[in-house]
């Protein structure tokens, strides 16, 4: 008799990376066991998630280096990659320069409130930079590692859509 093989990913949120095993019978989170299962709510872009008997409402939406997810009204971005593209990265990195530009994006369409930081102000984790207005909830949008700010890309007052560059960074 054959068993399913596990399924292993890494979620990489700001400087933190969690394993996450998906077996045929379980979820590992970083080892350990998790209840959890997720439904989209029907007509909605609302997921619906129970984990470890809590229930929570969140959004998620894919970009280009993830996802972002807005969970009880923080905005988090998730890098997410399987074990096989992690070891191929981590090969590379050996070898290729890291890269050190970060643009900051938005992560849905808003209203920019207040622009937090000037250009060349050195920002550390969890720095405020950005506060936008979303879906009648502002949004404080933080750096997710330290850096430098290379340039301003809005000003207060401007209606952005989902993804444009709000900031550039250089992460230090």
């Known amino acids: 008799m054959t068993s399913d ?3 292993r990913y890494f979620a990489r949120i700001g400087e933190g990376t969690r394993e996450i095993v998906i077996e045929a019978a379980r979820l590992l989170l970083d080892g350990e066991p998790l209840e959890a299962d997720i439904s ?3 007509g909605s872009d609302r997921q619906h ?3 470890d008997g809590r229930a929570l409402s969140l959004f998620a939406r894919r970009v280009d280096a993830g996802w972002i997810i807005e969970l009880e009204g923080r905005l988090f971005e998730v890098a997410v990659e399987d074990e096989r593209t992690r070891h191929i990265r981590e090969l590379a990195s050996h070898v290729a320069p890291v890269e050190t530009r970060r643009d900051l994006r938005a992560p849905m369409p808003g209203l920019i409130v ?5 250009e060349g102000q ?3 984790t969890g720095d405020s ?3 936008m207005e ?3 909830m502002e949004n404080e949008l933080r750096a997710d590692g330290p850096g430098v700010v290379l340039s301003i890309e809005v000003d207060p ?3 952005v859509e989902r993804d444009t560059v709000l900031l550039k960074l250089e992460q230090r």
């Open 40 to 42: 989209t709510l029907p």
């Open 49 to 51: 998630l129970r984990m």
């Open 129 to 131: 930079l950005v506060v």
């Open 5 to 7: 093989p596990a399924i």
């Open 134 to 136: 979303a879906m009648k």
């Open 114 to 118: 207040r622009v937090e930081v000037t």
């Open 122 to 124: 050195e920002v550390a």
């Open 157 to 159: 007052g401007q209606t």
